[in-house]
């Protein structure tokens, strides 16, 4: 493929990207259900029919340029958190998530032609709000990371340390 073809390519792919609706505010209606989604996957969780949760905000990375969304700090009881959609083109991100006691709840990660390092700690639970597919990719991590990303032509992969 001649390099002006691939120029294009990659133009064409990162248009497509940056158009895609990612939601900066979701309505209660979509937070709730995506909320639902995630305690549905859980089964028994400790939150009740009406959970607190906390929102972490939108993330958009482009050619390593962008803001890596993290939740460090440790909490006596279980932590909901939203996770909203993550998109990143062309570059690494990670994104932390290492509350021992949190619950996250990943709303649609998007990678293309880059790479997405989830760090989440050992005890913390992870669950995603759709089903995730990967096109010439690589999706790692020792369960459903598959559930969990949209890869073309990069990887996602999770991490899980206990410290």
């Given at each position: 493929m001649k390099s002006s073809k691939?120029?294009?390519?990659?133009?064409?792919?990162?248009?497509?990207?940056?158009?895609?609706?990612?939601?900066?505010?979701?309505?209660?209606k979509e937070v709730d259900s995506s909320i639902a989604a995630c305690l549905k996957a859980w089964g028994d969780h400790p939150f009740g029919e009406n959970p607190q949760?906390?929102?972490?905000?939108?993330?958009?990375?482009?050619?390593?340029i962008g803001g890596e969304p993290s939740d460090t700090a440790p909490t006596n009881s279980p932590s909901l958190v939203l996770?909203?959609?993550?998109?990143?083109?062309?570059?690494?991100?990670?994104?932390e998530l290492l509350n021992p006691n949190g619950w996250y709840c990943l709303q649609t990660t998007l990678s293309i032609l880059g790479r997405v390092s989830i760090r989440a700690h050992c005890k913390a639970h992870l669950a995603s709000t759709s089903a995730g597919s990967t096109v010439l990719g690589n999706n790692t991590e020792n369960r459903n990371i598959r559930d969990l990303a949209v890869t073309a032509v990069g990887s996602v992969s999770v991490e899980r340390p206990c410290n």
């Open positions: 691939k120029t294009t390519l990659i133009v064409a792919l990162l248009a497509v990207c940056l158009a895609l609706p990612f939601p900066l505010v979701a309505s209660a949760f906390k929102t972490l905000a939108t993330s958009v990375k482009v050619f390593g996770i909203n959609p993550s998109l990143n083109v062309m570059g690494g991100s990670t994104i």
